[in-house]
């Protein structure tokens, strides 16, 4: 898991947890990593942002060491990367080009475990559930269809 931070065409920030299963973040190349877009509340916030203002930064966070990562650089979002089909469930595949990698003081950060993997992350030969919140009213009728 990370947090990736972004901002808009204004620089208005924004930060979005994102999740998968081990692995899910991967080195592509000298100074590149990629990782899967999944389903999500489809406010496309973190991605519509680096569609107009593509800097990106990149929080990796080990609760269990501890210890903690940061990547800045530069995000492009494609439909169409030969990744995606190396990732399960996958609906975009955001490709980052590191600028700068540095790991932080890991000072504050609280020791914890993973106890679960979550049930909603993407997995082969695996369906996962519909979230609750997808079911509501006020969020069905306007989330993207088959979303």
């Known amino acids: ?42 406010m496309f916030r973190s991605l519509g942002n680096v569609r107009v203002n593509p800097a990106v930064g990149l929080l990796f966070l080990d609760f269990e060491q501890p210890r903690r990562l940061r990547v800045l650089g530069t995000a492009v979002v494609a439909e169409d990367d030969p990744l995606r089909a190396q990732f399960e469930g996958a609906q975009l595949v955001v490709r980052v080009r590191a600028e700068r990698i540095f790991p932080n003081c890991p000072r504050y950060i609280h020791r914890m475990q993973v106890v679960e993997l979550s049930a909603y992350a993407p997995r082969p030969e695996y369906e996962p559930p519909v979230p609750a919140w997808k079911e509501m009213p006020a969020f069905k009728d306007v989330l993207p269809k088959g979303g």
């Open 1 to 42: 898991m990370f947090f990736l931070a972004t901002a808009d065409a204004a620089g208005q920030p924004d930060c979005s947890y994102k999740g998968g299963l081990p692995g899910f973040v991967r080195v592509t190349g000298p100074g590149e990593l990629a990782f899967p877009s999944y389903d999500g509340n489809g």
